[in-house]
């Protein structure tokens, strides 16, 4: 994704997680996809408050999962899927067209990527893999 803000604002609205560090990776993985050119489209015209926003729907999807998994919810739980649904159609909003294969491979990759892993399990212990369980639940409950 492109981000084009100073890095004072990068700071602001991303902590100390700086998304350019993956960029060339990104592109290098996935550029030639559609996905990438759609989402590299879309973020090229963000500010600082669209990035915001960004921000505080993933935060809201990731307590939507926190609180569906600590309250002992199952993966297939009608709130466990609505915040795997609520997760894909934030990817369709502000990044590229994700239907439900696509989101079960990005599931997969939140496994399989220990930096994706961790990123989920510093929120609960085992949130990756409850998040890719939804996944997976919604998009069987979506066939």
């Known amino acids: 994704m492109t981000i084009n803000l100073n890095d004072s604002e990068i700071a602001e609205v991303f902590g100390n997680a700086d998304p350019?560090?993956?960029?060339?990776?990104?592109e290098s993985r996935w550029g030639a996809t559609d996905a990438y050119k759609?989402?590299?489209?879309?973020?090229?015209?963000?500010?600082?408050?669209d990035w915001q926003r960004v921000q505080a729907q993933t935060q809201a999807n990731i307590d939507a999962f926190v609180t569906a998994k600590q309250s002992g919810l199952s993966a297939e739980s009608v709130e466990a899927m609505a915040a795997a649904e609520a997760h894909r159609q934030q990817i369709c909003e502000f990044y590229?067209?994700?239907?439900?294969?696509?989101?079960?491979?990005?599931?997969?990759?939140?496994?399989?990527?220990?930096?994706?892993t961790s990123f989920y399990d510093k929120h609960a212990v085992g949130l990756a893999q409850y998040v890719r369980d939804a996944i997976y639940a919604n998009a069987i409950s979506h066939s």
């Open 96 to 116: 590229y067209a994700c239907d439900y294969t696509m989101h079960t491979n990005l599931a997969d990759m939140y496994i399989a990527d220990q930096r994706f």
């Open 38 to 49: 759609e989402s590299a489209v879309k973020t090229a015209g963000y500010s600082k408050e």
């Open 20 to 26: 350019r560090e993956h960029a060339a990776e990104a």
